[in-house]
């Protein structure tokens, strides 16, 4: 559905009217990608990251972080272990750590692959011919936020980086033949409606396959410590939002909306979210993986949390995704 920038600000800040815009959502939701919840089986392999973004619990500059990272047999191994739990996706996600090499990657990737499940890549910006040989190693799609379309927002947020390369990487990864996710923080510091309007109209236009719209929360060990931080309602009205201008794509219910709700997820499922991310990293490394504080879920297994969220999706009288739960464009299902 078509909507301009003005309209999207009008749904944005009419708190009054978003039971209405929820509705809305989840009917669209039902309509073009059904009542299925694709579930992802995520695995927070290594908290080294070389940046330093001011929001975030593992930038380079939080000296409290007790830093680790998967061996490539613990990394494979805890990927064999989601796919007999029944994950049809594996996403490796990271931080920016250049001890993963091309070598290194590419044969976790080709051992991963082997398990029968998509794979996801979630671990920053790379040179396109790493792009490249990850893509033919077996990598089927790859998950980077733009954080912000906001370009001065998104260079104070960390001066190092450039939200070109970025937004460069996120065409390259296109090119490439990706599935292709993105997404945003809401309630960053000095971050207004409309460019929350203004980035997700950024989200259509590429024609994002996936769309993460997540709360920020401010961490203690940060520069934003003392920031406000994003409300719940807002990362909904934003998500459900995404959900009409995108009707068919793929939008998960993220661990920051649960993060400050204990319903967060259910309710994302019921305004327009399709897709739930489960933790399968194991316990001992997950409460180091600290991007934002109440991080859900810290002293679970894997198997808690997969049976934990089977429940929450039945309650709601939904269904667990059989599938690898790709992108099917509405084009393609009604031919
Ligand atoms: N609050 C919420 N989300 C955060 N992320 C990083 N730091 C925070 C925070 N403090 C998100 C970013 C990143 C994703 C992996 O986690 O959007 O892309």
Aim: hydrophobic share 35%.
């Amino acid at each position: 559905m078509n909507l301009n920038k003005t309209d999207i600000i009008c749904r944005l800040t009419d708190s009054s009217r978003q039971e209405e815009l929820f509705k809305t959502a989840d009917k669209i939701r039902h309509d073009y990608v059904g009542d299925e919840v694709h579930l992802r089986g995520l695995i927070e392999f290594s908290n080294i990251c070389r940046n330093n973004c001011l929001y975030c619990g593992i930038r380079r500059g939080n000296k409290q972080v007790n830093r680790y990272r998967l061996t490539e047999d613990e990394l494979i191994e805890t990927a064999r272990r989601g796919a007999l739990l029944g994950f049809k996706t594996i996403v490796m996600q990271s931080g920016e750590d250049m001890y993963y090499t091309v070598p290194r990657l590419c044969r976790i990737i080709e051992s991963i692959k082997k398990f029968d499940v998509a794979v996801t890549l979630s671990i920053g910006e790379r040179p396109y011919a790493e792009y490249k040989a990850f893509r033919e190693a077996g990598a089927d799609r790859y998950l980077m936020r733009i954080e912000t379309t906001d370009k001065a927002l998104y260079h104070k947020l960390d001066p190092e980086m450039s939200w070109q390369y970025r937004y460069e990487c996120l065409l390259a990864l296109k090119e490439l033949g990706y599935e292709l996710g993105s997404g945003i923080m809401v309630g960053l510091p000095e971050q207004s409606f409309e460019s929350i309007a203004a980035d997700l109209l950024f989200l259509k236009k590429l024609d994002v396959d996936m769309a993460g719209i997540g709360p920020f929360i401010p961490h203690s060990q940060t520069p934003l410590k003392d920031a406000a931080g994003g409300t719940l309602e807002l990362a909904l009205r934003t998500m459900a939002l995404m959900r009409i201008l995108l009707p068919d794509i793929n939008i998960p219910a993220t661990t920051a909306m649960e993060s400050l709700h204990p319903q967060g997820r259910v309710r994302a499922l019921q305004s327009g979210a399709n897709v739930i991310m489960s933790n399968i990293t194991e316990s001992e490394y997950r409460k180091l993986y600290e991007l934002y504080p109440d991080k859900v879920c810290l002293e679970d297994t894997p198997v808690h949390c997969r049976s934990c969220i089977d429940t929450k999706i039945m309650s709601i009288g939904r269904t667990i995704g059989q599938g690898y739960g790709s992108r099917i464009r509405y084009s393609e299902k009604i031919k």
